[in-house]
């Protein structure tokens, strides 16, 4: 199946200057969705991992069923302000700005290994704060997965160490 079939270029999105990828029509295709998820599963199976860590908000869309599948805890990094209990932040830069992302202290034990999902990897600032925020719980990042990678923005040097499995590239 060609994914980028469902997803749409979206000029000028947030910003100008910013060609949005939406995954929308992708989500929108049961079948497209179902393929997606099931090939993160596949790809990420036989890793070494305990928790699959799912970065806010697109990050829960693919992180939630790929837990599923694989049998494995879900541990939700979010926004600021968003999680209840005592947290870990993190300050990071994004593409077009900055933001925080927090981390429930107890979401991973120390020397859990996790498989943090996201559903694109543009100049690495998110999934680069979440490695900080699995780090500063005392687990370890076994890997980072994404549906899109934006390749052309180089954010795997920004990752440089760290195992990357991306599904679509541009």
Do not use: W
């Amino acid at each position: 199946m060609d994914l980028k079939e469902y997803i749409r270029d979206i000029p000028d999105f947030p910003e100008p200057g910013i060609l949005f990828r939406d995954i929308t029509p992708m989500l929108g295709n049961p079948a497209a969705f179902s393929y997606v998820v099931g090939l993160l599963a596949e790809r990420c199976r036989e890793r070494d991992f305990d928790v699959v860590v799912a970065i806010e908000s697109r990050g829960f869309i693919f992180g939630a069923p790929l837990a599923r599948e694989l049998g494995k805890p879900l541990a939700p990094v979010r926004k600021a302000g968003k999680l209840p209990a005592d947290t870990y932040s993190v300050e990071y830069d994004l593409e077009y700005g900055s933001n925080v992302l927090e981390i429930h202290t107890d979401a991973i034990a120390p020397g859990q290994r996790a498989l943090i999902v996201d559903d694109l990897l543009a100049i690495g600032g998110t999934l680069s704060a979440a490695s900080d925020l699995v780090e500063s719980c005392g687990g370890l990042v076994s890997g980072l997965a994404v549906v899109i990678e934006l390749a052309f923005l180089e954010g795997r040097s920004r990752l440089a160490g760290r195992d990357v499995i991306s599904l679509v590239q541009y």
